[in-house]
C-alpha cells in the first residue's frame, strides 16, 4: 500500500440551518442526514479515490453506526484489516450543523477513536513499513498520535500531521516528527500565538511552526487557497474558483489529495495543485464523505478548468 491513515472514523449527523444556533437558542431545521465522516476516515476516503492503495487502522464500536461505516469505507476501497470493533463503546459521531451561507459548527463526540490505543499501535507498526506517507490528525489521543509519528520518522515515511481539531498545548516533542504540517487558519492561529487572518499573517505563522521543527508548513485558508513554506521558500496555490454548498471535510479533502500526490511522486507543489483543485470539488457537494471526488472526476475537473484559462 501507498498510504496509511491512523485516525478517526465518525458517524455525521448533518443537520441544514438558515443560521447555527446561539447558546440557548431552539431553531428549526431544513434538513437532516447520516452521512461517514470522521477526520482520519475522510483522508483515506480522499486518497482512496484518487486510486492510491490506502490502508485505515483505528476503531469503530459494536453498533450499527459502526457497521455502516466499515461498509462506506470498503466501497471506496480503503483497506479495513487494521480497523477493530470495540464492544466497549459507541462510534464516533459527529453533529454537525450547516447553514445558509455553507458555514459550519461541529460537536465530535469521540466514543471508539477516544479507545484507540497501544493495540492499533502495534496493527500500524505492522502496516507502516510498506507505506510512503503516513496521515495523522488530532481525533484520537494525543500519545498515540505522538508514538505513531515517531514510529514513521524512525523508518522515513513520510508524516504529514493535520492538527484538526484545534488544540493549542502540542508538545514541543511532536514538532521535529512532522514532515508536513496542514493547519487551517484557526488551527494556524492557535499554534502559533496570534491570529492569523490574512496570507501575510498565514506567512508569519508558517515561519513560527518551521522554527519548532517542522519541514514543511502548510496552512489552509479556505476560499483563499493555501500558502505553503518549504525549505525557507514561501509559495501559494490558489483555491479553484467554485461555488460552495458545503465545506464540511474541505480540509480532509485536502490532506488526502495531498497525500496521494506525493505517494504518486508529484513534487510538492504539484501534489497541493491536486490536493486544492480536490478540495474545491468537494466543497460543491454535501457531506464528508459523499463530496470527496473519484480521480475520474478530478481529471474531468482540471482538464475543464485547464480549458478556461
Ligand atoms: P474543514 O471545513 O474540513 O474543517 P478546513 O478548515 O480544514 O476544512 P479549509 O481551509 O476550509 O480547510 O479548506 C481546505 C482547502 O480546500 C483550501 O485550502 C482550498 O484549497 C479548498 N477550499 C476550501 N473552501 C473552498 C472554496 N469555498 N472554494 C474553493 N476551494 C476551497
Ligand atoms: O473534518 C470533517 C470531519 O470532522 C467530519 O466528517 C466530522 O466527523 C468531524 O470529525
Same mark, same amino acid.
Given at each position: ?17 438558515a ?55 470498503s ?33 465530535? #463526540?469521540?466514543?471508539?477513536? !477516544? /479507545?484507540? +490505543? =497501544?493495540?492499533? $499501535?502495534?496493527?500500524?507498526? %505492522?502496516?507502516?513499513?510498506? &507505506? ?34 484545534a ?49 514543511t #508548513?502548510?496552512?489552509?485558508? !479556505? /476560499?483563499? +487557497? =493555501?500558502?505553503? $513554506?518549504?525549505?525557507?521558500? %514561501?509559495?501559494?496555490?490558489? &483555491? ?35 490536493a ?33 484559462i
Amino acid at each position: 500500500m501507498s498510504i496509511i491513515v491512523f485516525g478517526s472514523i465518525n458517524l455525521d449527523l448533518v443537520a441544514r440551518t438558515a443560521h447555527i444556533p446561539a447558546p440557548g437558542e431552539t431553531i428549526v431545521g431544513q434538513h437532516f442526514a447520516t452521512l461517514p465522516g470522521g477526520k482520519g476516515a475522510n483522508q483515506a476516503v480522499a486518497a482512496a479515490r484518487l486510486g492510491l492503495p490506502t490502508e485505515l487502522v483505528g476503531r469503530v464500536g459494536s453498533d450499527q453506526f459502526g457497521e455502516l461505516l466499515l461498509q462506506s469505507l470498503s466501497l471506496s476501497g480503503v483497506g479495513c484489516a487494521g480497523v477493530t470493533v470495540d464492544s466497549t463503546t459507541h462510534s464516533g459521531v459527529a453533529l454537525i450543523a450547516v447553514d445558509d451561507a455553507s458555514e459550519n459548527s461541529i460537536i465530535v #463526540v469521540p466514543g471508539a477513536n !477516544g /479507545q484507540v +490505543g =497501544a493495540s492499533d $499501535l502495534q496493527r500500524l507498526y %505492522s502496516l507502516l513499513p510498506q &507505506a510512503k506517507v503516513l496521515l495523522l490528525q488530532l481525533e484520537l489521543p494525543l500519545s498515540v498520535v505522538i508514538a505513531a509519528a515517531k514510529a514513521a520518522k524512525q523508518i522515513g515515511v513520510t508524516v504529514i500531521f493535520d492538527p484538526a481539531p484545534a488544540r493549542p498545548d502540542l508538545p514541543s516533542e511532536l514538532y521535529p516528527l512532522i514532515d508536513i504540517i496542514t493547519p487551517n487558519q484557526i488551527e494556524a492561529g492557535q499554534l502559533a500565538g496570534f491570529e492569523v487572518n490574512s496570507l501575510a499573517t498565514a506567512q508569519q505563522a508558517a515561519a513560527v511552526l518551521h522554527q519548532q521543527g517542522v519541514g514543511t #508548513v502548510i496552512i489552509k485558508l !479556505g /476560499q483563499q +487557497g =493555501a500558502v505553503c $513554506l518549504n525549505q525557507g521558500e %514561501s509559495f501559494e496555490i490558489p &483555491a479553484f474558483p467554485v461555488k460552495a454548498v458545503d465545506t464540511v471535510a474541505a480540509g480532509d479533502c485536502f490532506n488526502g489529495g495531498l497525500a496521494a500526490g506525493l505517494a504518486a511522486g508529484m513534487n510538492l507543489r504539484a501534489a497541493m495543485r491536486q490536493a486544492a483543485a480536490a478540495a474545491a470539488l468537494s466543497v460543491t457537494r454535501a457531506g464528508a464523505q459523499p463530496s470527496l471526488p473519484t480521480r475520474a472526476e478530478l481529471d474531468r475537473f482540471l482538464a475543464s478548468f485547464d480549458l478556461q484559462i
